[in-house]
């Protein structure tokens, strides 16, 4: 349920920025959404048409992009894909890892007219 909140703080970000460029249409919306986001892709589309309906977005393509879980060891330092949850570092198997990518939910870009 919390989608409802996020797309309604996605909309008002979007339609902000594009007043902001005295658009007329918002067109695509590009949005970055992480691995181990807690975020679902089909609520915020459900949410999106609801909430956008009667602006400048209500046409606009949503545009995903996927992050994959990236880790940095905190014993070693090399980065790597988090895969099936397994933290450890395959280098070292150290089992200190900080997470750098992967959690984003974000507009990433708008395309407007």
């Known amino acids: 349920m919390h989608e409802l909140s996020v797309t309604e703080s996605l909309v008002s970000v979007v339609l902000r920025h594009a007043e902001m460029n005295k658009a007329t249409e918002v067109t695509r919306i590009n949005i970055v959404l992480g691995e181990m986001s807690t975020v679902m892709e089909e609520s915020v589309r459900f949410y999106f048409e609801i909430i956008a309906k009667g602006t400048i977005a209500e046409k606009a393509e949503l545009n995903f992009e996927r992050r994959k879980l990236i880790g940095r060891c905190g014993g070693c330092g090399k980065e790597f894909e988090v895969v099936e949850f397994d933290f450890r570092c395959p280098d070292c198997e150290a089992n200190d890892t900080e997470i750098i990518s992967g ?7 708008i395309e407007i007219n």
């Not at 959690?103 to 870009?109: G, K, L, P």
Request: proline share 0%.
């Open 103 to 109: 959690r984003e939910f974000q507009v990433e870009s």
